[in-house]
């Protein structure tokens, strides 16, 4: 990541309470368990930007750090959602919106935790 890029949305979101911005391999987030209320990410899909780790292996990480009663929202390709609807996923899967962006068609999802 670019650090220009932490460093500007680190001040676009100054006047905000209780927003971390970290560097961080995103398979391996530098947060307690249970310490994350909401992510929102756009991860790498392996089609414009390498993507070094499997989204199964995201979805295990970011299931760590989320607080039960957290949300995650994420924006990837259509396929990927069957990993939020796979039998032993350890996500419910609330909402999804397709929409348009640059030739693709990747979706918005929403989804929680499920209660372990």
């Not at 990541?1 to 209780?18: E, V, Y």
């Amino acid at each position: 990541m670019d650090p220009d890029a932490l460093a500007a949305s680190a001040r676009n979101a100054q006047h905000l309470t209780g927003i971390a911005f970290a560097k961080s391999d995103a398979a391996r987030p530098p947060m307690p368990t249970g310490s994350v209320d909401r992510i929102v990410t756009n991860p790498a899909w392996g089609r414009q930007v390498a993507t070094l780790q499997h989204f199964p292996a995201l979805l295990a990480a970011w299931r760590r750090i989320i607080a039960e009663d957290g949300r995650l929202v994420c924006l990837v390709p259509p396929e990927f959602l069957r990993r939020f609807e796979a039998e032993r996923s350890d996500w419910k899967l609330l909402e999804s919106r397709q929409v348009s962006l640059s030739g693709q068609h990747p979706v918005i999802a929403m989804a929680e935790p499920k209660r372990r």
